[in-house]
């Protein structure tokens, strides 16, 4: 299916967006490490009846990043204002789920229901888990050495836990690679603008009482597939659903598998 590109004035920021479909709105937000494109798979297999849009946050892709303090959430209800969508299902992967709970959390009105991909469990006891890699990683992003940085963060997130590089398909590697490494240059200055929810998310999770599905790659990390049990738990229709063969980003690995677990989400919570 074709999508329409565009722009959303959010503050001083023009946020960039994408959009397919015609219907009730579906709104995906990206993950930290990426962009827009990691939702690729799903604006090209829109099912009749809904819309679509993906959007980059600030710093990230297509958006801007002008010096001026924002919240993440502001600028996903100002893309909806644009294209004149007045709730909608929002669909977040790990920073992204975060900012759906906030936007649940700050304008409840208008989030019909959560998908939460490979998301943190506010609040929750999560036992800690430190990647092999991240020594490295740190010590190559205070180096300045953002190509290294976004190789490490590959193995991080796309070969993820308990698989080897050479099973996970390159083309897939190479994209993350690309995404996050136009990524790490703002990061710095994202984490100086950007504004918490207050009150924190950790201290209000239980006000959201929506539908919700959790979603996690079976090679995520330990601590983030131990989160989505907890939220499966405690915010959730069932049990977490679980992607084969795919780790933080599962809408790119298996977009098949995905979809489907999507698509009867959105059928289902359609009907109510």
């Not at 644009?82 to 709970?101: F, K, Y």
């Not at 019909?112 to 092999?132: K, N, R």
């Not at 929506?210 to 959730?236: C, F, K, M, W």
């Amino acid at each position: 299916m074709s999508t329409t590109a565009g722009f959303a004035p959010s503050g001083g920021a023009r946020i960039a967006y994408e959009t397919a479909g015609e219907g009730a709105g579906v709104l995906f937000i990206h993950a930290g490490v990426a962009d827009r494109r990691m939702w690729r798979h799903q604006l090209s297999a829109v099912p009749d009846g809904f819309r679509f849009v993906s959007l980059d946050l600030r710093g990230h892709g297509a958006s801007e990043l002008p010096d001026e303090t924002f919240t993440n959430h502001d600028d996903v209800l100002a893309v909806m204002d644009h294209l004149g969508i007045p709730d909608a299902v929002i669909v977040g992967c790990s920073m992204g789920g975060g900012t759906a709970i906030d936007l649940g959390l700050a304008a409840p009105s208008r989030v019909t229901a959560l998908v939460l991909v490979g998301s943190g469990a506010p609040g929750a006891d999560i036992e800690e888990y430190e990647s092999p890699q991240w020594p490295e990683i740190v010590a190559s992003y205070e180096s300045g050495d953002f190509d290294r940085v976004a190789e490490l963060d590959a193995e991080v997130w796309i070969v993820g836990y308990g698989r080897e590089k050479d099973s996970v398909d390159p083309s897939v590697i190479a994209e993350l690679i690309e995404m996050d490494r136009a990524i790490l240059t703002t990061e710095e200055r994202r984490d100086e603008l950007v504004v918490a929810l207050d009150p924190p998310r950790a201290d209000r999770m239980g006000e959201l009482s929506i539908p919700a599905l959790i979603v996690v790659g079976e090679n995520d990390l330990p601590n983030v597939r131990q989160s989505a049990d907890h939220l499966a738990a405690t915010l959730g229709e069932g049990p977490a659903v679980v992607i084969p063969n795919a780790a933080h980003l599962p809408s790119l690995e298996q977009p098949d598998v995905f979809n489907q677990a999507l698509l009867g989400f959105l059928r289902r919570v359609s009907s109510e």
